[in-house]
């Protein structure tokens, strides 16, 4: 089991910054592909941000694309995602998922693991 505790949500006007940490613990060991996905009120879980175990292949969205970096330090079982000039359609919850996979995933339904979600709330 791999547990999965993500951090540093709130809100933040829009143009802000924000930086969400997923930390893991438990069975780590392994190669775990880990991901990023948010969901707004009414809408589907959507992959955001993806990168692999070693962090030399990254996945986004294009929503987020030149405006997010995700990033790992698998010494410290810890995940970031950088989030620059939020938006207002940004407000969502934010899950930090691993899939134990050398592929990047982009569907939920491969990740194992779930954080319990961070709330980021963009204001216009």
């Known amino acids: 089991q791999v547990q999965l505790v993500e951090s540093g949500g709130g809100l933040v006007q829009a143009g802000g910054s924000l930086r969400l940490s997923c930390a893991a613990s438990?069975?780590?060991?392994?190669?775990?592909?880990m991901g990023w996905f948010r969901q707004a009120p009414g809408k589907e879980r959507d992959s955001v941000a993806l990168?692999?175990?070693?962090?030399?292949?990254?996945y986004y969205s294009d929503s987020v694309k030149g405006r997010f970096t995700v990033s790992r330090d698998n010494a410290k079982n810890t995940v970031w995602l950088q989030m620059n000039s939020l938006k207002p359609e940004d407000t969502a919850v934010y899950y930090c998922?691993?899939?134990?996979?050398?592929?990047?995933?982009?569907?939920?339904?491969?990740?194992?693991?779930w954080g319990q979600g961070t709330q980021v709330t963009v204001s216009s």
């Open positions: 998922a691993a899939s134990r996979t050398v592929a990047l995933p982009r569907s939920p339904s491969a990740y194992t693991y």
């Open positions: 990168i692999s175990w070693s962090g030399g292949t990254t």
């Open positions: 438990g069975r780590t060991s392994g190669n775990y592909a």
